[in-house]
């Protein structure tokens, strides 16, 4: 069965990798996952945060003055919460690269424009074959308008793609006013694919300390729904790439996304619950439900249920809409 298919230019065998996570810090796990089939290996989030407070810190080195402002330093992370400081990543960014034959991507995680958007030129020498740009950003000030918001986003991603060639892809929440605009937008900004979405990590609250809790969930099943209602709005009407990431766990996971228009899957939480093997199931799955359903390829699947066909995407969404709140007997 022929499962191969073109994400942000590259052609791939299959749409499945794993995404930015921890899975790509281990040569020996990295290893793993190509064996069990990965088309590409996306690495952990390089956050902006970590670069400037290694630019920061060189300041202080050179600036006798550096302890005038120390509340100003308190605004970063300590740098021991990171798995890997800006030049370790790239180390390991060059060992992925020559440890495995597959696509690399690596990740920036940003929100404003600055001097650490050189790390995306540093990435692409490093032997990045794209770059995944996540811009994880909750918009918490109220007197900024969502245009702003947006047009920063728009800002960044000019910056980043005034540094590099090689292929970007924007990782998106799905916290838009108007996101169908926005994609479009990203793309007319020189955007080659989206990512759909990150995940916003909703904090707790422990009453009896007054602390908040910062536990990491896993994504499960549940959190698939509003990628596919995306994937299904924007497949075939925004030019980019299109892949999903959040709540795939199964063969079935997988085919709908493909089918709401998804040119790459991404599943983490599945893989560091069952292992890198979990993949090669999933994709062996793929090839297996094509067969038996008589499809002669995945390309004949993909956006074979989207919205390009459909004369009004608004009206057919409320017409769900209105469906599903009648159907609780």
């Known amino acids: 069965m022929d499962l191969s298919t073109t994400y942000l230019g590259l052609p791939l065998p299959h749409p499945l990798m794993p995404g930015a996570s921890p899975l790509a810090d281990d040569l020996d796990t990295v290893r793993r996952l190509e064996d069990a089939g990965a088309a590409a290996i996306v690495m952990r989030s390089l956050f902006e945060e970590q670069i400037a407070a290694e630019q920061m810190g060189a300041y202080r080195v050179m600036d006798t003055h550096a302890g005038a402002h120390p509340e100003a330093q308190s605004y970063f992370p300590d740098t021991d919460v990171f798995a890997l400081g800006p030049d370790e990543y790239l180390e390991q960014l060059a060992r992925v690269k020559a440890t495995v034959a597959v696509p690399v991507i690596a990740s920036l995680n940003g929100t404003t424009v600055g001097g650490w958007l050189d790390f995306a030129r540093r990435m692409a020498e490093a032997g990045a074959d794209a770059l995944e740009l996540n811009v994880y950003e909750i918009a918490t000030d109220p007197t900024e308008p969502a245009a702003a918001v947006e047009a920063r986003l728009v800002e960044v ?33 020189g955007a080659d694919g989206l ?44 030019d980019a790439s299109l892949a999903a990431s959040g709540g795939v766990h199964s063969t079935l996971d997988a085919l709908k996304a493909v089918m709401c228009g998804a040119d790459a899957v991404q599943i983490v939480s599945a893989l560091l619950r069952n292992g890198p093997g979990r993949l090669a199931t999933i994709r062996d799955g793929l090839a297996e439900w094509l067969e038996e359903h008589e499809y002669e390829s995945l390309a004949q699947a993909r956006g074979s249920m989207s919205l390009l066909r459909c004369p009004d995407p608004r009206a057919y969404e409320r017409g769900n809409y209105m469906s599903i709140l009648q159907s609780w007997r």
């Open 157 to 189: 991603l000019r910056a980043v793609r005034g540094q590099v060639r090689i292929p970007i892809a924007v990782k998106l929440s799905p916290f838009f006013s108007a996101l169908a605009n926005l994609a479009r937008t990203l793309a007319g900004a």
């Open 195 to 238: 990512v759909l979405f990150n995940r916003f990590y909703q904090p707790d609250v422990d009453v009896e300390t007054l602390e908040v809790d910062r536990t990491l969930h896993l994504s499960d099943p549940h959190e698939l729904p509003l990628r596919l209602r995306w994937l299904a709005i924007l497949s075939g009407r925004v």
